[in-house]
């Protein structure tokens, strides 16, 4: 219900239960509240949780859920939420993230696409202006 901590039992116990439960009871008890993990959006209530969302997408968690949930439940409930956090579905644009021991922000933006298609704009626009005023000359 806590997604910070949410997020940090998955990643630590996720493990060790699923060691004992075994494929099946596994997806019959924890394969809801995971895959709420990855329905959850992050907000300003949640700075922290913002930082730690990243463990859910982590290669060695993804290989924990695919052995321990079987490949054919991880292909069918994970492969969505994968899709859309690679596609960039979930813009977590200027998301502020504080540092261990650092008491700074630090602000993020996770696509630079359109300030660089702008400048990209205006720099061509400036060369064909400049190349027009030496035909001109």
């Known amino acids: 219900e806590d997604p910070p901590t949410s997020v940090l039992s998955a990643w630590y116990l996720f493990e060790h239960v699923s060691r004992v439960l075994g494929p099946r009871k596994t997806a019959e008890s924890l394969l809801e509240s995971i895959l709420k993990l990855y329905e959850n959006e992050p907000n300003d209530a949640h700075l922290p949780y913002n930082g730690k ?5 982590h290669h060695s968690f993804l290989l924990r859920l695919m052995v321990r949930l079987g490949l054919r439940c991880f292909l069918d409930n994970f492969i969505t939420p994968l899709v859309e956090a690679v596609g ?8 502020e993230v504080f540092l261990h021991s650092h ?18 704009m205006d720099a061509s626009v400036s060369d064909d202006s400049s190349a027009s005023e030496k035909q001109s000359s």
């Open 103 to 120: 008491s700074e922000k630090v602000s993020k933006r996770t696509s630079h696409l359109k300030t660089m298609d702008s400048e990209h």
């Open 53 to 57: 969302i990243a463990k859910l997408y």
């Open 88 to 95: 960039g579905y979930k813009d977590y644009d200027k998301t």
